[in-house]
């Protein structure tokens, strides 16, 4: 069992505090509010029927990276079916999604590097402030090699399947 699943089971935090494990660190999350809820879901849902066999989606739930990190991304695609995971968290995955209010600036640095060093593939930020998804691949090190800036009117490409998703399927208006 990980040290943050045993703190949980220890009482150490309060019913219902958000919490993640980070570098080591462990930091409160966020409370979401309803647009971050409503296109969190509204990504679920798209991604779920886009997904092809092999793999599944999982909406804030731990992502076990490394003994000192263990996010919980509003979206995620990993390999392997749910039953897979009924004795440990994913270790990896094909794509993680955090969507992004405000503020940006831990999503885009602390965890694009964290998500980098652990060799995810693709990660994408649907940053809502500006109305766009930030899109980056080819993790090296502790960075990602490329980014795109996808605007409502372009798409996605979904990077595990043969599909794609409309990013004005995902941005309130």
């Known amino acids: 069992m990980r040290s943050i699943e045993r703190m949980v089971d220890a009482g150490v935090f309060i ?3 958000q919490v993640e494990l980070i570098n080591g ?4 999350m966020s409370p979401q509010n309803s647009r971050h809820a409503a296109v969190t879901t509204r990504l679920l849902h798209l991604l779920m029927d886009t997904c092809p066999e092999g793999y599944h989606v999982r909406s804030q739930v731990p992502l076990a990276l490394g ?7 509003d979206v ?3 390999p392997g ?3 897979q995971y009924i004795d440990g968290h994913p270790t990896t995955a094909a794509l993680v999604v955090e969507v992004a209010d405000t503020p940006l ?3 885009r640095d ?26 980056y691949f080819d993790p090296k090190d502790d960075d990602y090699a490329s980014k795109q800036t996808r605007q409502r009117n372009d798409s996605l490409a979904v990077p595990f399947a043969e599909s794609t998703i409309a990013c004005s399927d995902l941005l309130p208006k």
């Open 105 to 107: 600036a831990y999503d």
């Open 67 to 73: 003994s000192a990190s263990e996010p919980e991304p």
């Open 81 to 83: 079916s749910n039953e």
């Open 76 to 78: 995620i695609v990993v």
């Open 15 to 17: 019913p219902d505090q």
């Open 110 to 135: 602390v965890k694009r590097t964290l998500y980098a060093r652990h060799g995810i593939p693709t990660y994408w930020i649907v940053n809502l402030s500006s109305s766009c998804v930030e899109v």
């Open 25 to 28: 660190q462990i930091v409160p």
